[in-house]
């Protein structure tokens, strides 16, 4: 009987040895189930949306985190015992498709900014040859061309770069939310860096965002310093708007009850 292989691949690690630590350099595990020593990741937590790999994340700008296996767009979390809803995948996933489109038209961009410079080198060349005026303006216009088209290119290309910050950004914020649920009390933005892996600027950020759009409470504390919470307070305000829109209709269909009357009676 062969002995069984030993995962040496920190990216494709599978699941823990027995006793809970890493199968792959024998560390013990942090509470995200993930080896701080290889960065060998497990557990169905540390499952990438996209390609469905269970490996850690690695930090890689412009996407912030991305998969170790596929380089999807990820959000950390180093703690196990947050319930994540969810509800970044599908943000997640619209994040990538900018991001690769956004690649396309760069891509695209360059090739026909380098044609344009090819194409204009050769106009010049075959203006030195004394064509005339006429054509030689001809020249010049038609290699205005490829310019005009790579710079449309190119500026659809940061439109996409701008849409897949906005939605990295709603990933984030709905993440955090989950975290700040998780929590049940009121957290600051230090206590956020820790638990989701990025620095005090990036969580300030990230809370700002939840601010604006009003999915978490903020609160200056004693200290001056800014703490965060999600509350029932929310619910509270949208269960209680429902009542006066039911009154509403209620006065509405009134009024018009009476107008139907008034308009029943014979005239003077």
């Not at 060998?40 to 700008?61: F, L, M, Q, S, T």
């Given at each position: 009987?062969?002995?069984?292989?030993?995962?040496?691949?920190?990216?494709?690690?599978?699941?823990?040895?027995?006793?809970?630590?890493?199968?792959?350099?024998?560390?013990?595990?942090?509470?995200?189930?993930?080896?701080?020593?290889?960065?060998?990741?497990?557990?169905?937590?540390?499952?990438?949306?996209?390609?469905?790999?269970?490996?850690?994340?690695?930090?890689?700008?412009?996407?912030?985190?991305?998969?170790?296996?596929?380089?999807?767009?990820?959000?950390?979390?180093?703690?196990?015992?947050?319930?994540?809803?969810?509800?970044?995948?599908?943000?997640?996933?619209?994040?990538?498709?900018?991001?690769?489109?956004?690649?396309?038209?760069?891509?695209?961009?360059?090739?026909?900014?380098?044609?344009?410079?090819?194409?204009?080198?050769?106009?010049?060349?075959?203006?030195?040859?004394?064509?005339?005026?006429?054509?030689?303006?001809?020249?010049?216009?038609?290699?205005?061309?490829?310019?005009?088209?790579?710079?449309?290119?190119?500026r659809k290309s940061k439109q996409h770069g701008r849409h897949r910050d906005q939605l990295l950004d709603d990933a984030w914020g709905l993440v955090a939310s989950d975290v700040l649920a998780h929590a049940g009390k009121e957290l600051?933005?230090?206590?956020?860096?820790?638990?989701?892996?990025?620095?005090?600027?990036?969580?300030?950020?990230?809370?700002?965002?939840?601010?604006?759009?009003?999915?978490?409470?903020?609160?200056?504390?004693?200290?001056?310093?800014?703490?965060?919470?999600?509350?029932?307070?929310?619910?509270?305000?949208?269960?209680?708007?429902?009542?006066?829109?039911?009154?509403?209709?209620?006065?509405?269909?009134?009024?018009?009850?009476?107008?139907?009357?008034?308009?029943?009676?014979?005239?003077?």
């Amino acid at each position: 009987m062969e002995p069984e292989s030993k995962v040496t691949n920190p990216v494709l690690s599978g699941e823990p040895a027995p006793g809970g630590r890493c199968k792959v350099c024998g560390g013990t595990l942090s509470d995200s189930l993930r080896c701080e020593q290889c960065g060998a990741a497990y557990g169905v937590k540390n499952r990438c949306p996209h390609c469905r790999a269970i490996a850690d994340i690695e930090a890689a700008d412009p996407l912030r985190f991305r998969c170790r296996v596929c380089g999807g767009p990820r959000v950390p979390v180093d703690d196990h015992e947050v319930v994540r809803t969810g509800r970044e995948v599908p943000v997640l996933k619209q994040a990538k498709k900018a991001h690769v489109t956004r690649a396309a038209w760069a891509v695209a961009a360059g090739v026909l900014g380098g044609f344009g410079v090819l194409s204009l080198l050769t106009t010049l060349l075959v203006i030195a040859f004394g064509p005339g005026l006429l054509a030689s303006v001809t020249l010049l216009a038609a290699n205005l061309v490829p310019f005009v088209v790579a710079a449309l290119a190119w500026r659809k290309s940061k439109q996409h770069g701008r849409h897949r910050d906005q939605l990295l950004d709603d990933a984030w914020g709905l993440v955090a939310s989950d975290v700040l649920a998780h929590a049940g009390k009121e957290l600051e933005a230090e206590d956020l860096a820790k638990v989701m892996r990025i620095d005090l600027a990036r969580a300030e950020h990230v809370l700002a965002h939840l601010s604006v759009h009003d999915s978490v409470h903020a609160r200056v504390t004693d200290e001056g310093d800014l703490a965060y919470s999600v509350g029932a307070s929310k619910l509270r305000v949208a269960a209680a708007s429902d009542e006066p829109a039911v009154d509403e209709l209620a006065e509405q269909d009134e009024a018009a009850e009476l107008a139907q009357a008034k308009a029943a009676k014979p005239g003077p």
